[in-house]
């Protein structure tokens, strides 16, 4: 029997900094995978990617990869890329930019709007979701544990 259930936990996020340091955090839980990062522009993707790759040794620009849809990253030989489909029009486009096979070949993957890939992208290893709770903002993450018995 294989039984599945989401685990998920609300992180309140005062600031910038905050944001960062839950990047920095997650680094030391799950230096490789797949990513997926929701929310409204501005909510602290690319920010909360940022304080990731830094943990991880990255000292160098972290960009938002909307206009590029894609940001590479090289840590120590390990391949990472920051995807942002905020500007794909339908999800097959994603064919057509190589994400798939890129998503095969990178260590870890952090993947911006992956909504708009419909059910082309794999499952994430983790979900989070940034919003903003007032002033500040807060994440929720969320894992999905596959429990087979």
């Given at each position: 029997?294989t039984?599945?259930?989401?685990?998920?936990?609300?992180?309140?996020?005062?600031?910038?900094?905050?944001?960062?340091?839950?990047?920095?955090?997650?680094?030391?839980?799950?230096?490789?995978?797949?990513?997926?990062?929701?929310?409204?522009?501005?909510?602290?993707k690319?920010?909360?990617?940022r304080?990731?790759?830094?943990?991880?040794?990255?000292?160098?620009?972290?960009?938002?990869p909307?206009?590029?849809?894609?940001?590479?990253?090289?840590?120590?030989?390990?391949?990472?890329?920051?995807?942002?489909?905020?500007?794909?029009?339908?999800?097959?486009?994603?064919?057509?930019?190589g994400?798939?096979?890129?998503?095969e070949?990178?260590?870890?993957q952090?993947?911006?709007?992956?909504?708009?890939?419909?059910?082309?992208?794999?499952?994430?290893?983790?979900?989070i979701?940034?919003?903003?709770?007032?002033?500040?903002?807060?994440?929720?993450?969320?894992?999905?544990?596959?429990?087979k018995k």
């Open positions: 029997m039984v599945t259930f989401e685990k998920k936990r609300v992180i309140p996020l005062r600031n910038l900094d905050d944001t960062e340091a839950l990047g920095a955090s997650l680094a030391t839980q799950l230096p490789q995978g797949l990513v997926f990062l929701r929310g409204p522009l501005g909510a602290g690319t920010t909360l990617v304080g990731w790759l830094r943990a991880l040794g990255y000292d160098g620009p972290v960009k938002s909307t206009f590029t849809l894609v940001e590479p990253y090289e840590i120590d030989s390990v391949q990472i890329l920051h995807f942002d489909l905020f500007r794909i029009a339908k999800p097959s486009e994603i064919e057509y930019i994400m798939l096979e890129h998503l070949t990178s260590q870890l952090f993947v911006e709007w992956p909504e708009r890939g419909d059910n082309l992208l794999p499952d994430p290893d983790l979900d979701q940034l919003e903003y709770d007032g002033s500040s903002r807060q994440a929720t993450i969320s894992v999905e544990i596959v429990d």
